[in-house]
């Protein structure tokens, strides 16, 4: 009987990981490995439970990543109202260059930024994209380009 459980148990358990190593956003996957382990004591034994646990889980995770776009946006009004706050984070960020670089190429940033306020939903990714992209456009070396985008990226990651 014993044997019978730890198996259903582990076949639980393996399905929950292997829906989890899909899930691209890295704060709804720690939020959901945690939520895990409580959702499998919680599981009867029926096929019925276990898909209506997964249907729950994947809404979940849209939900996580509409808080984080929320997060993202409020990010973005910040650095676009806050031109020397900004910097400061992305001193802390990256170090005293990268933030004089920041400060001298602030428009151009804030000019990649302002499209994705529009987006329903915004991928960290996205904004170190459109960020590098803009400022390698205007003529900007690919090396300093890089490395104020990596830095408002990771700026964003303390928030997110």
């Given at each position: 009987?014993?044997?019978?459980?730890?198996k259903?148990?582990?076949?639980?358990?393996?399905?929950?990981?292997?829906?989890?190593?899909?899930?691209?956003n890295?704060?709804?996957?720690?939020?959901f490995?945690?939520s895990?382990?409580?959702?499998?004591?919680e599981?009867?034994k029926?096929?019925?439970?276990?898909?209506?646990?997964q249907?729950?889980?994947?809404?979940?995770d849209?939900?996580?990543?509409?808080?984080?776009?929320?997060?993202?946006?409020?990010?973005?009004?910040?650095?676009?109202?806050?031109?020397?706050?900004?910097a400061?984070?992305?001193?802390?960020?990256?170090?005293?260059?990268v933030a004089?670089?920041?400060?001298?190429?602030?428009?151009?940033?804030?000019?990649?930024?302002?499209?994705?306020?529009?987006w329903?939903?915004?991928?960290?990714?996205?904004?170190?994209?459109?960020?590098?992209?803009?400022?390698v456009?205007?003529?900007?070396?690919?090396?300093?380009?890089?490395?104020?985008?990596?830095?408002?990226?990771?700026?964003?990651?303390?928030?997110?």
């Open positions: 009987m014993k044997k019978v459980m730890i259903q148990i582990r076949a639980i358990l393996s399905s929950f990981i292997i829906i989890s190593i899909i899930l691209t890295a704060m709804s996957t720690t939020v490995a945690s895990e382990i409580q959702q499998t004591k599981l009867s029926s096929n019925k439970s276990i898909k209506q646990s249907k729950d889980n994947i809404t979940f849209y939900q996580a990543k509409g808080v984080s776009t929320k997060i993202i946006k409020a990010a973005i009004k910040f650095i676009k109202k806050n031109r020397h706050a900004a400061k984070v992305v001193e802390r960020v990256s170090g005293k260059t004089k670089y920041f400060l001298k190429y602030y428009d151009k940033v804030v000019q990649a930024l302002d499209p994705l306020l529009s329903v939903y915004i991928p960290e990714q996205a904004v170190f994209d459109a960020v590098r992209r803009k400022l456009n205007v003529g900007v070396s690919e090396e300093i380009a890089v490395n104020i985008a990596l830095a408002i990226k990771e700026g964003l990651s303390w928030f997110v």
